[in-house]
């Protein structure tokens, strides 16, 4: 199945976004392949989701596994562009899947080859869940400092992927520059997990953003595993 039958069975929206789409991708000189486990129309994606359809896809040039987010042609926001910039704000500070290029309706960052958060904590043993829940702290508190907001981390079983026992945050497409706390976000994601919330703490964490309220807000967790 060629390129463009792909696109033109799975994004929706006509024959004209396909070919817009189709085009974006050659100029960024990429390729879209089948694979994954969600099935749209016959075709095989990595997943799909309101504004945007997940395939592996991989450079024109090169061997590089990528995750491709294409827009939708039914979508709600005009532009993907600004998820590929916030992906690339949180990557500096080690936060996301690497960036790999992104235009108006793709945004192809590094494979990640995970399970959701939910089904990986069912069979973890204890040492692994604090190891994982520390870095995945880490990386809230981290996007906190740069001022960036996730917006959803409170669903961390929609956004948080687990790769090799390590936390993959994913799906930028509603962070904002500042106006929230991922830490508080990610706390009561932990809670729909089972761990109970250190409530004065966040709400001391919330005022001030600051590390020793975090650090407060880490150990209540870790004293839970």
Known sequence: ????????????GGLQHAIHVY??????????????????????VVGKGTNSVVFRCRPAVGHMELACKLRRGDATRDSLAAEGQMLHLANTVGVGPRIYVYARDVVA???????????????ADAERRRV?????????????RAGISHNELSRLERHVLVERDVPVIIDFESATVGGGSNVTQ?????????????????RRYRRCLCEDAYKEVLRFFLNQL
């Open 23 to 44: 085009r974006q991708l050659a100029e960024l000189r990429l390729e879209v392949v089948e694979g994954g486990r969600v099935l749209i129309n016959g075709v095989s």
């Open 109 to 123: 960052y590094r494979y990640v080859d995970g399970v959701h958060i939910d089904k990986w904590w069912k069979v």
């Open 186 to 202: 990610v706390a009561n994601g932990l809670s729909r997990l089972g761990l109970g919330l250190p409530l004065e703490a966040l």
């Open 1 to 12: 199945m060629g390129a463009l039958e792909i696109l033109l069975l799975t994004l929706g």
């Open 132 to 144: 994982f829940l520390e870095e995945l702290l880490n990386q809230a508190f981290r996007l906190d």
